[in-house]
């Protein structure tokens, strides 16, 4: 169980100024999120992925959306147009990512603004899931819990969650060297200035579990299977994918 204090850490409010203000960076397709170690390869391994495990892909929710990449990518790797849901604190960002999807997918698109713990969604409505840089804005590991079941929820039979984010780790010795390497990683990108922007916004926003604690997570709320696609220092791309039969009717 998590002790940490939350008291400090930005408000959703805070969180959404911030993004709200911050719409170019997440619009490059080629590069994603520049602070993020290998966002370019973690969006093309879920989308793969999520194609390779779910069929049909009819409906897509993106939690987070951003400025709408995951979801450009994973049209481009599926067969046929989808309808999406996109999910995100900032409206700026939404519009964006509306504009830029709309282009690629001839699928229905609905904008929802706000936090997706507390939006009204279709039960079993979703083929995929698409949840890229979001999930360490949780806090507590009831918070965590409560969202983890809550995506299993929407989850539709036969259908999967695929996750890149901001992780920890479980050996503090570990997680001091990921750290010092994902900095390096900063300092080389943009200077110490931005090293130290990057980990002080993290510092406020972020509340990062380790991968392995997740994935244990996503079986315990009742994902059949869980696949881990990448890892490098801080991040990590991985997923989990719901059977069409529950254990009580078929096999697996």
Same mark, same amino acid.
């Given at each position: 169980?998590?002790?940490?204090?939350?008291?400090?850490?930005?408000?959703?409010?805070?969180?959404?100024?911030?993004?709200?203000?911050?719409?170019?960076?997440?619009?490059?397709?080629?590069?994603?999120?520049?602070?993020?170690?290998?966002?370019?390869?973690?969006?093309?391994?879920?989308?793969?992925?999520?194609?390779?495990?779910?069929?049909?892909?009819?409906?897509?929710?993106?939690?987070?959306?951003?400025?709408?990449?995951?979801?450009?990518?994973?049209?481009?790797?599926?067969?046929?147009?989808?309808?999406?849901?996109?999910?995100?604190?900032?409206?700026?960002?939404?519009?964006? /990512?509306? @504009?830029?999807?709309?282009?690629?997918? !001839?699928?229905?698109? &609905? $904008? *929802?603004?706000?936090?997706?713990?507390?939006?009204?969604?279709?039960?079993?409505?979703?083929?995929?899931?698409?949840?890229?840089?979001?999930?360490?804005?949780?806090?507590?590991?009831?918070?965590?819990?409560?969202?983890?079941?809550?995506?299993?929820?929407?989850?539709?039979?036969?259908?999967?969650?695929?996750?890149?984010?901001?992780?920890?780790?479980?050996?503090?010795?570990?997680?001091?060297?990921?750290?010092?390497?994902?900095?390096?990683?900063?300092?080389?990108?943009?200077?110490?200035?931005?090293?130290?922007?990057?980990?002080?916004?993290? /510092?406020? @926003?972020?509340?990062?579990?380790?991968? !392995?604690?997740?994935? &244990? $997570? *996503?079986?315990?709320?009742?994902?059949?299977?869980?696949?881990?696609?990448?890892?490098?220092?801080?991040?990590?791309?991985?997923?989990?994918?719901?059977?069409?039969?529950?254990?009580?009717?078929?096999?697996?």
């Amino acid at each position: 169980m998590t002790t940490e204090n939350y008291s400090e850490k930005s408000t959703v409010e805070e969180i959404r100024h911030r993004f709200d203000a911050d719409v170019e960076r997440f619009a490059n397709l080629e590069t994603g999120q520049s602070a993020t170690m290998d966002a370019p390869l973690a969006m093309e391994l879920i989308t793969r992925a999520a194609v390779a495990a779910t069929s049909p892909i009819r409906r897509v929710l993106d939690i987070g959306c951003g400025a709408g990449n995951n979801t450009i990518m994973l049209r481009q790797r599926s067969a046929t147009p989808f309808d999406c849901d996109l999910v995100d604190l900032s409206l700026p960002m939404l519009t964006r /990512a509306s @504009e830029r999807i709309r282009s690629n997918n !001839t699928g229905k698109v &609905r $904008l *929802l603004q706000g936090d997706f713990r507390t939006i009204e969604l279709q039960s079993e409505g979703y083929d995929v899931i698409l949840a890229a840089t979001v999930l360490h804005h949780l806090r507590d590991d009831k918070d965590w819990e409560t969202a983890f079941r809550k995506i299993h929820t929407l989850t539709a039979p036969g259908g999967s969650v695929w996750i890149t984010d901001l992780v920890s780790h479980e050996t503090e010795a570990i997680r001091q060297l990921m750290w010092l390497r994902y900095e390096e990683y900063l300092v080389e990108l943009g200077g110490t200035a931005y090293r130290d922007q990057v980990v002080a916004y993290i /510092a406020r @926003e972020d509340s990062p579990r380790p991968v !392995t604690w997740q994935l &244990r $997570l *996503l079986k315990r709320v009742g994902f059949d299977r869980v696949e881990l696609l990448h890892k490098n220092a801080c991040f990590a791309a991985f997923g989990a994918v719901k059977y069409r039969d529950t254990p009580n009717r078929g096999h697996r």
